[in-house]
């Protein structure tokens, strides 16, 4: 690999980052990150500090030549020639980061008050960290479901092809081995699946299920991923919801929000009513629903998608108006209840972003985005040897802790951000796999 005199790779961000020039709290960002990353390990940082300046790094990777069984004379004086050449990736890194606001009486302030670094310590462990590693874990993720040349359960070859019936097939595993072992692997990297819940439903409930092998039965469990289950023909699969696409396949109903939805807003009012009949969720003087144009086709227990863009064209991945998987304004909630004479939805969860304040850009003055109902597209990554994926780091995440600069100094800021950008370098070396799948909905198993 080029550039290996100022880039080192390694199994997280803080690859070649020794001296913590603007935080001593990166040990705990670190910790949580190998404890919780569903890519810990299985994609590589190439770190290169020197870049920051240009904001791109660029990696050769040198082409082999040919392999000549001509016959030589035995009077040539001169061998063949063997060319070579080169190939260029390079990766232009982006900003990524978010901040905690918690107020002077929270109990965490309180704490870090009376501790001083351990009490910083827990809340960058405890609220700031996670919302890290959940956003490297989606970044990782939208890189990977990048490939040229995904595969589809029931031989479909689009999200909007996919049937409830196309739902994950254990012998994709065997397909995957088929291409692993046309490129050659001295090291005998294993083949690592990482699958939705939806597919280990699948395995347990057919095809499958006599030979799955759980993880204890094969691995030492130092040395098994994050979030491993168990093994079948010879691959190893780790599960995790965000390999669920949710309400990104076939649209089952979709309909316009036609009022703003403030920050909390959306869930049951806590005074009157509570979620699953424990929690009283949200705070009392919020809009405590969300207004929709229409509810038909909406029941409670459904998970829909709140989205403020639409897939302009179908594609391999995405359905005409359908919502895109990699739009950071997808909010995706449970439905706790229906009024069809307001046409209006209550949420498990309250909307925590203010993405939804205004009218969609390009739209008529009444529509603030969309709630999606639709067929979740669940994902398999395969992976064989390493660097399918890598990120290229120019600034590892850091953690900062500003001021409060309100009139009474009220409110504290946590705050993390990186400069880095996932991306595909050998797409040779991991396959993706789309399938439809089982979900829960209030006790029963449904297939949309």
């Known amino acids: 690999m080029a550039n290996t005199l100022d880039t080192v790779f390694g199994d997280h961000p803080w690859a070649n ?33 020197a870049a920051q300046r240009t904001g791109s790094m660029v990696f050769t990777k040198p082409i082999d030549p040919d392999p000549n069984i001509q016959t030589l004379g035995n009077r040539d004086l001169w061998l063949p020639q063997l060319f070579m050449d080169s190939q260029n990736i390079t990766i232009t890194a982006e900003r990524h980061g978010g901040k905690i606001q918690l107020h002077k009486y929270d109990d965490m302030i309180t704490y870090w008050s ?76 294993p083949v690592v699946g990482l699958v939705s819940p939806a597919a280990t439903y699948a395995f347990k409930s057919g095809a499958g299920s006599t030979e799955w092998m759980g993880r ?31 309400n990104c396949g076939p649209i089952i109903t979709q309909k316009t929000i036609t009022a703003a939805v403030a920050q909390g807003d959306g869930a049951p009012d806590p005074s009157t009513s509570k979620v699953d009949g424990v929690y009283a969720t949200g705070q009392a003087n919020q809009t405590h629903y969300i207004q929709l144009s229409t509810s038909d086709g909406i029941r409670a227990g459904d998970t829909v998608t709140l989205h403020r863009a639409r897939n302009a064209a179908a594609s ?120 439809a799948g089982a979900q829960r909905r209030l006790g029963e198993v449904i297939n949309l």
């Open 17 to 49: 980052y020794d001296t913590n020039q603007r935080t001593v709290y990166v040990p705990e960002l670190m910790e949580a990150y190998a404890h919780s990353a569903l890519f810990y390990k299985l994609v590589d940082y190439g770190v290169n500090l």
């Open 316 to 435: 391999t991945t995405g359905v005409y108006l359908g919502v895109p998987y990699n739009n950071y304004q997808n909010i995706t909630r449970r439905v706790v209840s229906v009024d069809t004479s307001t046409e209006r939805i209550t949420l498990n969860k309250p909307i925590l972003v203010d993405w939804y304040e205004t009218a969609v850009a390009g739209h008529p003055s009444t529509i603030y985005g969309w709630v999606t109902k639709a067929r979740p597209v669940h994902v398999g990554v395969f992976l064989k040897g390493p660097r399918g994926v890598v990120s290229g780091v120019l600034q590892p995440p850091a953690t900062y802790t500003p001021p409060p600069i309100d009139d009474t100094q009220s409110i504290y800021r946590f705050s993390w951000d990186a400069y880095l950008k996932y991306q595909i370098m050998n797409p040779e070396r991991f396959e993706v796999y789309f399938y």
């Open 216 to 246: 204890l039965d094969y691995a030492d469990p130092a040395r098994l991923l994050n979030y491993e289950i168990g093994q079948y023909e010879g691959v190893r699969y780790a599960q995790h919801p965000i390999c669920t696409l949710w």
């Open 114 to 189: 009376e501790q001083g670094a351990a009490g910083l310590r827990a809340i960058m462990r405890k609220r700031v960290a996670p919302n890290m590693v959940a956003t490297l874990d989606i970044l990782a993720r939208n890189a990977f479901l990048e490939h040229f040349a995904p595969m589809f359960a029931g031989s479909k070859s689009d999200f909007g092809a996919l049937l409830a019936t196309d739902t994950f097939d254990p012998g994709v595993g065997r397909d995957v081995w088929l291409w692993a072992d046309y490129t050659p692997d001295p090291v005998n990297h």
